[in-house]
């Protein structure tokens, strides 16, 4: 899994956005020690949590399964843009057959689990789903018999509340392994100084 964080909004934007309600501007440090305190004690300690919607995050998200794509779409204040198998399943016409002991280069099209029989079952499905292709079947019926794990990307944008709500419940143990995995690199993704603001479980937790 791979993520980019593509762009984020300043601290300073957010602190600015909090500061309209007291007409406080003047105390402004430019997104210093005094607007991080000031955030975090209005969206956080205060529970106005709607002055954390002002800070807002575009990811970039690859090599992720449809099974984790179904769960980080039931975060429904959130916007997503989803690589399309319509447009893009013609990438597996030209490949050679695969056998179910090709995990290596099946790994381009599918997550892999570390379970050799699962993966191996993948990788039928994904055989078939070429032999599919290759009658000329269109990728809107072709889809149909798509594996789970078969891969996708989408880029992510998401604000600071939404995702505060996130990685409460996706790096918890109770989540889907994949989904964890996403909560802890997106965290990783987040500017430095904006890191303060979020509450991750640790894998030992
Ligand atoms: C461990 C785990 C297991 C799960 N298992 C299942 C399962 O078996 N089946 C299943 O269907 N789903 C399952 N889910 C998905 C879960 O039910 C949520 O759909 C998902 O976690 C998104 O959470 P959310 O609604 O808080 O997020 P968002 O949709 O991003 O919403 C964010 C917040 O906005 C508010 N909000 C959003 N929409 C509304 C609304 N219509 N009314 C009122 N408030 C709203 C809520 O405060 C919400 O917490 C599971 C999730 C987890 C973490």
New binding site residues.
């Given amino acids: 899994m791979i993520v980019t964080l593509k762009q984020h909004t300043s601290l300073e934007v957010c602190a600015s956005a909090i500061r309209t309600c007291w007409q406080s501007f003047d105390k402004s440090d430019n997104g210093g020690e005094k607007d991080r305190e000031l955030i975090d004690r209005v969206g956080n300690k205060f529970k106005h949590a709607s002055t954390l919607e002002h800070l807002f995050y575009t990811f970039y998200i690859q090599d992720v399964s449809r099974a984790l794509l179904q ?1 980080l779409a ?5 916007s997503l843009s989803v690589k399309s198998t319509r447009y893009t399943l013609k990438e597996l016409k030209n490949e050679e057959s695969f056998t179910c002991k090709d995990i290596q280069r099946a790994s381009k099209y599918l997550v892999m689990t570390g379970i050799n029989m699962v993966d191996e079952m993948s990788i039928i499905a994904l055989e078939n789903l070429r032999l599919v292709l290759g009658t000329g079947i269109s990728n809107d019926k072709a889809k149909y018999c798509l594996p789970e794990s078969y891969k996708t990307e989408l880029t992510w944008s998401v604000n600071a509340r ?1 995702l505060q ?2 990685l409460t ?2 790096s ?1 143990k ?2 889907l392994w994949e989904i964890q995995n996403l909560a802890h690199a997106l965290y990783d993704a987040l500017p430095i100084d904006h890191k303060y603001l979020f509450n991750i479980k640790t894998y030992e937790d």
């Fill in positions: 769960e039931r975060h429904r204040i959130a939404s709500n996130f419940l996706r918890d109770s989540a």
